[in-house]
Structures are given as structure tokens and as C-alpha cells.
């Protein structure tokens, strides 16, 4: 497996989402997936707020008052 090393490169991967429609759903949560697959433990919290940060419109407003520490709750969200 690769690793992405910098945090500028594992955040321009992440597509913004604004939970609109699927195609863009599915390609947010591959992306997001993929970065958290090439990246090492220590830096995954910073990517799971680039990915929160990109949430947009209706997305945004789904996790605004929830503490959400994992991509796993994440994605369940």
C-alpha cells in the first residue's frame, strides 16, 4: 500500500459533497476511503476534518451539532 505522505496531498483528493445526488455520493465516499487507505494513523483525524469541512449545503447541515470522531461514524451519519 502507498502512503500519502503530506497532508496538502491527501486533501486534494477530497471532493467537496452536498448530498444532492448519489453519483456525487459515491464518489465522495471513494475518495475519502482512498485517502484514509493511503494515509498513516497519526494524520487521519486532520483528514476527517478536511472531509467534514467539505461537506456542503444539506450534507453540512446533517452533522452540524454531532461530534463525529471516525470515518466510520462518518459514513453512518
Known amino acids: 500500500m502507498s502512503v500519502i ?3 496538502e496531498a491527501a486533501f486534494r483528493i ?3 459533497f452536498d448530498k444532492q445526488n448519489s453519483e456525487d455520493l459515491h464518489n465522495f465516499i471513494n475518495s475519502s476511503e482512498f485517502a484514509f487507505s493511503c494515509i498513516s494513523e ?3 483525524p486532520k483528514i476527517l476534518g478536511a472531509i467534514i ?3 456542503t449545503a444539506k450534507a ?3 452533522v452540524r451539532f ?3 470522531d471516525t470515518w466510520e ?3 453512518t451519519t
Open 14 to 16: 477530497l471532493p467537496k
Open 66 to 68: 454531532k461530534k463525529i
Open 53 to 55: 469541512a467539505n461537506l
Open 60 to 62: 453540512a447541515q446533517v
Open 5 to 7: 505522505t503530506s497532508l
Open 42 to 44: 497519526d494524520i487521519k
Open 73 to 75: 461514524e462518518l459514513k
